[in-house]
């Protein structure tokens, strides 16, 4: 991605974030991370501001926001479940991209047939490990794709919990968890192979939301970051690392 795509935006960017450097800290959830750090990356480019990420899981997420400053989010929208997180926020959220759930193996492993719930109930009952974040909104999503299936049970017993998104395309890789199963952008790794997503009637499409703080230190800062989110160049960003923008 060149800059000259985000060369527009630049120029009004200019216009009303002052010239002095700034952090801008933000935190967001790691199934995003592969398209939000370019895109962060661009925006320090354009504004010459550094733009500091924290990523984790929604758990985590929830935790940070009760007990840091921060200036801007880029999470999954079951955060704002949590009234006392939802209101370090000010005003309301903007939705900036979306992604559903698939599932992975270990590169050059064979891919087992997943096209239909009858088929992939039969992969989860045939895998000797099967790998998610149960810590996590995506995580929670498959644990209840488990359910809906009535593989709860035998599935527990072979769960590996990853405790995070990086940690499970590891254990993916290293054979640990047969199959893989989360947020299919994430999934789509070096040492993975996509098996591909879950059938459409158990997809639960996971919705990242950004918006500002409350008691942001670098409130005009977040707004344009956000303003930057939404521009055709990271859209574009969005669209190549996986997921749909918003």
Known sequence: MTLSVFLPFALALAAIVPAHAADLQVIAGGGIAGALNPIAA???????HKVAIRHGTTPELIAIAKSSIFDAVVLPREFLNDAE???????????????????AVR?????????????????????????????SAAGAQVMKLFER?????????????????????????????ELGL??????TAPGLDVVGPVPASLDQQIVYTTGTARDAAQAELARAFIAFLQTPGAKALIKSRGLTPA
Not at 90 to 102: N, Q
Not at 182 to 187: A, T
């Open 85 to 103: 997180a939802a209101a370090k926020l000010a005003g309301a959220t903007v939705d900036v991209a979306r992604v559903g759930l698939g599932v």
């Open 149 to 177: 299936l009535g593989v709860e049970a035998p599935v527990k017993d072979k769960l590996q919990a990853a405790l995070g998104p990086a940690k499970l395309v590891e254990a993916v890789a290293a054979g640990q968890a």
């Open 182 to 187: 989360f947020l299919i952008n994430v999934l």
């Open 107 to 135: 590169a050059g492993a064979p891919k087992p047939d997943i096209a239909s719930p009858e088929a992939l109930k039969q992969a989860l009952l045939e895998a000797k490990s099967v790998g998610t974040v149960p810590a």
């Open 42 to 48: 661009e925006f320090e480019k354009t504004s010459g």
